[in-house]
T-cell receptor, first 111, second 113 residues
Framework: DAGVTQSPTHLIKTRGQQVTLRCSPK?????VSWYQQALGQGPQFIFQ???????QRGNFPDRFSGHQFPNYSSELNVNALLLGDSALYLC??????????FGSGTQLSVL | GENVEQHPSTLSVQEGDSAVIKCTYS??????FPWYKQELGKGPQLIID?????GEKKDQRIAVTLNKTAKHFSLHITETQPEDSAVYFC????????????FGGGTRLMVKP
């Protein structure tokens, strides 16, 4: 089992652009959570998807949106990118309320 | 909301020594406390967790203690090895909040051979 797969691994964007990050959960997991990890800090919860709906959301603006597909995979979209959006974006899958399994993340750089 | 403080931010120990990392949390309703290890270029990996109905849990060289009254919990690593070198994060959540973890700021552990 490949575990949690994220793509791309690295991405460079310009301020004002839009970006889409992708996540495939571990086989058997039905819940996907997204976290943002700035350099030298702990991950911060963005939102969680279960049954194709956003179930919980952290303190992030509406520029951050997501989607979950019927096969449980998920996308994170960020609009109108700011320099401060530069971070490692982590996807974690689980069974609902179960132990989180993290992917290796997508490193986003905004120039 | 929940706030988790972690210290020290860096910790250097000699191989074979013990390492202790401490965290405090603010929300008395939190009842699940996992610890993660993050190596360079990888995502956090769960190494041990504890729930509020127990005070201590051990898994080989790793142990976690929880003091609900004081709202703090600690990670203890004994007989440290160079491969223990990594960044460690504590986290807290309420089980009825699903997987919404609040993380501490991390501790960079360096084990010198």
């Amino acid at each position: 089992d490949a575990g949690v797969t994220q793509s791309p691994t690295h991405l460079i964007k310009t301020r004002g652009q839009q970006v889409t990050l992708r996540c495939s959960p571990k086989s058997g997991h039905d819940t996907v959570s997204w976290y943002q990890q700035a350099l030298g800090q702990g991950p911060q919860f963005i939102f969680q998807y279960y049954e194709e709906e956003e179930r919980q959301r952290g303190n992030f603006p509406d520029r951050f949106s997501g989607h979950q597909f019927p096969n449980y995979s998920s996308e994170l979209n960020v609009n109108a990118l700011l320099l401060g959006d530069s971070a490692l974006y982590l996807c974690a899958s689980s069974l609902v309320a179960g132990e989180l399994l993290f992917g290796s993340g997508t490193q986003l750089s905004v120039l | 909301g929940e706030n988790v403080e972690q210290h020290p931010s860096t910790l250097s120990v000699q191989e074979g020594d013990s390492a202790v990392i401490k965290c405090t949390y603010s929300d008395s309703a939190s009842n699940y406390f996992p610890w993660y290890k993050q190596e360079l270029g990888k995502g956090p990996q769960l190494i041990i967790d504890i729930r509020s109905n127990v005070g201590e849990k051990k898994d080989q060289r790793i142990a976690v203690t929880l003091n609900k009254t004081a709202k703090h919990f600690s990670l203890h690593i004994t007989e440290t090895q160079p491969e223990d070198s990594a960044v460690y994060f504590c986290a807290a959540s309420k089980e009825n909040a699903g997987n919404m973890l609040t993380f501490g700021g991390g501790t960079r552990l360096m084990v010198k051979p």
